[in-house]
Each structure stands twice: as C-alpha cells, then as structure tokens.
C-alpha cells in the first residue's frame, strides 16, 4: 500500500496539474485524504507551502477521491494544482506525502517523496 520513495517531475511551473493516484492493497474504504507539500520535512503543517484535503466531493482546484476502494478493490485519489499554485512551488525541490483516512478511522501514509517542476518557457497566457 505504501511506495515511500516516489518523484514527482516532469510538470511545469505555473501550469494546472492532476496529480493522480492509485492506492492498492486496502482494508477498508478511504474516507478521506491528504497531500501535503513542504520545503523540510521536520516543518510545521502549518507551514506547508501547499496543504490539499480531499473527500468524495469534488473541489475544483483541490481535487477528490475518485473511488473510496476498499478490500480488493483500489481506491484512486486526484489532488488538483491550480497554476497559481504550480508557480507558488517553482522550480526547486520540494517534499510531500500523501495520507489516507480509512472508514475505520486508521490513518496511512501512502505516498512520501519529491516534487520539483521546470521553469515554464512561455511567460504570457492571456
């Protein structure tokens, strides 16, 4: 259920960004999920460069969970990035993790890695 060594890359500054993810290996459904992106991991939340909450609702430009899963079935969760966003983070490298809140109130950590996108070429969208 946990892969704790993942890169994100290949995205661009100042772009909207999906990032999508698929959760196997379940023991009950997800109720609940975060990502959470900082420059250390000792931070504070509170000091998060970039902080996303998901529920089966979905927020634009904060993302859902797609399938809450379940035993033998995936779960498959989408934090939504705004461009705003993408730009806030740059072009350095950032870490992040992502955990899930089951029905059962136990709570894991799913994802842990990197996040560093590439400086956009195009400066203008209007």
Known sequence: MSDLAVAITGFVVGDDL??????????????KAWMTVKRYAEEADG???LAKEITIDDVPGTGCIEDVGGVGVNGILRFDLTDEETRTLGARPWVFDVQIKLEDDKV?????????????VTQTTT
């Open 18 to 31: 999906e990032i999508r993810r698929t959760i196997t290996g379940l023991p009950d459904q997800i109720a």
């Open 108 to 120: 894991y950590t799913v994802e842990k890695g990197t996040i560093e996108l590439s400086i956009d």
């Open 47 to 49: 000091d998060a460069v």
